[in-house]
């Protein structure tokens, strides 16, 4: 015990000068032209920063079920620490169609093909941005299951909230977070109605369980443009709205993602 602590105190001024961030959520570092960042052995993209001419900045995911701990980021060859702390969410309890917890073959396997469609369009990274403005709320409203909550659905299946859910009911326009081109608009197993638009460079924003959807695949989108109407489809317990982002395919805390883009824009004006 006294080895552990003393080998404590021995990295604690390492870890109290370390870039902090927790499980689920995203750090934004602002560069000059020409840096390079790697991040657990992968590159990190480089973006411009849309309102200082000559900046640049990286975004560094921090997956939910990442582990606690030191974490080293390299910025053009040096070491920067990267202290990862580990969230403590809540546990909620749903109950949903029996359909919804143990679905038949047939559906396992429009399952499957959903989410093989979906993570392959996640992991791409389009190389131009659409943005240039900070993200906004689809709607004003109350918050009614935040992300990374652990979920129980049924007292038996055990998963995390990888996004944010808004109250809302049904017919509630629900519009666009910022620019993009939308790359989903169907109706899926899980998720229902669901729309996701493509914001370029690896960053995607989504939009579940609507009751219509206004969009279609390949459209141009301009923020806060009208792309659906809000329901109870897929696997709820209600109507609302889901809202995710998902970066480099990573699924990551939307509000928390939102407040760092804004970081960009301070002091614009």
Sequence with gaps: MIKLFLLFLLFLPLVLSALQ???????????????????????????????????????????????????ILLINGKKTPLHVELKKYKKEYIKVAKSKVKP?????????????????????????????????????????????????????LKSFHSGTDFRAKMGTPIRASNDGIVVIATKRYYAGGSVVIDHGEGLYSCY???????????????QKELLGLSGK????????????????????NPLQFTKEIDTLFKGKK
């Design 21 to 71: 961030i927790k499980n689920g959520e995203v750090k934004l570092i602002k560069l000059d032209a020409n840096s390079r960042v790697f991040f657990e052995g992968k590159k990190i993209p480089i973006i411009k920063n849309p309102v200082k001419k000559e900046g640049y900045f990286a975004l560094i995911p921090i997956k939910y079920k990442e582990k606690p701990g030191l974490y």
């Design 104 to 156: 038949s073959k047939n559906s396992l396997n429009r399952i499957y093909i959903e989410y093989k469609n979906a993570m392959k369009i996640y992991s791409s990274i389009t190389p131009k941005r659409y943005w240039n403005k900070p993200f906004v709320l689809p709607l004003d409203s109350k918050i009614t299951s935040r992300y990374g909550n652990a979920r129980m659905f049924n007292h038996t």
């Design 208 to 222: 579940f369980h609507l009751s219509k959807i206004l969009v279609h695949v390949g459209q141009k989108v301009k």
């Design 233 to 252: 489809s897929g696997r709820v317990s209600g109507p609302h709205l889901h809202y995710g982002i998902r970066l480099y395919s990573y699924a990551i």
